[in-house]
C-alpha cells in the first residue's frame, strides 16, 4: 500500500514537472515528514499539513489541510476535512489528483510515520505491590525506553502502602534511570497491606541494599496529583499517553484537581490538553469463568476496589480510552520458564524475585498489566484487533459494560487466538530484555534518564 501510494504520488508530481524530477523528490521528502503532524480526535486521526512547505500567497492559512483517517485497522473510508489552496513552492500542483494521491499516501503512511515519530511520552500510573504483573509491565516499559519507543516520563502509585514507590525506584534504578518521578497517593486506605514483594526493596546483602534505590519510602515522596500535573505541565500538546494498570484513585483525584501553581488549568483541562490515550487495565468484556467454571459477568479487581474513582475517569476523560479487558491478560499467561530462565543475567533480578516471591513457579501468571503497555507503545503491531468505538459504563457493583456507538470515546482489546502466541512472546522477551547500558544491575546506575 505505501509503495502504491508513493508511487501515485510521485506520478502525480512527476506528470507536471517532468523536468524536475529531483525536486518532486524532495517534495516528497517534505510531504512525509508532514505527516508527522498527527493528531487524535475521538476516534479519527487527522493529519494537519500547515508546514510553510504548502506555500500559498492567499488565505489566512495558506496551503493547509486536513485529513481525517480512521485509525489504524483502517475499517472505513477517510475523509477529507478541508483543503486550501495546494500550491508547492511557487507551482500549483493540480488539486484533484494531489488529493487522491495524498490520500492515498497519507493511509499507507499512517504506520511508518507514527513508528518514526519520537518515543511516546509515558506515565505508569500502577498500584505496585498487589500482582506481580506491574513489575513485569515496568520491565517492559524500560525495555521500550532502551529501544527509544517510549519515554517514561513519571510512575505514580495507586498502592498506599509505603513501600510500593521504593520498589518502583528499584526497578527504575536497575534499569538506568532511578531520577524518574515518583507519585504516591496517601491515605487513600487503597490495599494498605504490604503486599507479597514490595519487601525486596529492603534486602540487604554484608549490609547494602541488594537494589541500589535512594527513595527509601513513599512517605518521602511528593503525591502522585502533583507529579501528575507536573509531567502534564511541561508535555507537549496532545502527546502523553497515560498507562492505568490499578486503580482509578490517582486519574479520579488528577481530573478533579482545581488550578493551582503548577499550572493554571483544571486537572480535567490540563489532562484533555496533554493526553492522547489513556490505556488501561481494567473491567472485563467477555464471559469470565467464576470459581465453579461458569461464564459471567466480572466483577474485574481494579475496578472493584476503587468504583467512585473509576466512574469518575469515564465521567471526566475527554480523550480515548483503550481498555484491556481482564479476558486479555486471562488468555496471555507468561510462561514460568522466563521467569527462571531469562532473568540470570544478574545474580539477583528485582523482576524475577517479585514474581517469585509473588507466587513462585511453576505458576504462569496471567499477563494483565503488560497488554496494557503493549497497545500504547505498540498500538499498530497486529498483537490485537480493537472493538469499534463504543462508552463504557460501571455499574455500581463493578460490572463494567461496553455500548457500542460511533462518537465513543472508547475501544476494548481483542484478542484473536492465533494472535496469542506472537503476542505472549513480544511480552515475554521485553520484559526479559536487560537494561541497555554497560556493567549492568548491581548495578551502576546511569544519572538522569
Ligand atoms: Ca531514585
Ligand atoms: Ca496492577
Redesign the pocket.
Known sequence: MAILGVAILTKSIIEQHKSDQARSQRILQHLSKAFGKITRQANRVCYNFTTDFFESPDGPNPGSFRLSLPPAPATEPMKLLSIHHLCVSGFRLTVLPAILAVQILASSLLHSAQAEEAPVPLIFDTDMGNDCDDALALAMIHALQSRKECELLAVTITKDHELAAPFV?CL??FYGR???P?GVCRNSGKTPDAGKYNQVAKITDDGKLRFE???LSGNNAPTAVEVLRRTLAQAQDASVVVVQVGFSTNLANLLTSPADAIDPLSGRELFAKKVKLVSIMAGAFAPIPNDRGVLGEHREYNVAEDIPSIKKLVELCDVPILWSGFEIGLNLTYPHQSILQDYRYVPHHPVAQAYIAYIPPPHDRPTWDLTSVLAAVRPDRGYFELSNPGTVTISDDAISRFVETPQGKHRYLILKPSMAERTREALVQLSSQPPNHPGNSQLK?IVGR
Open positions: 525506584d527504575n534504578t532511578g531520577n524518574i515518583i534505590h535512594d527513595l546506575p
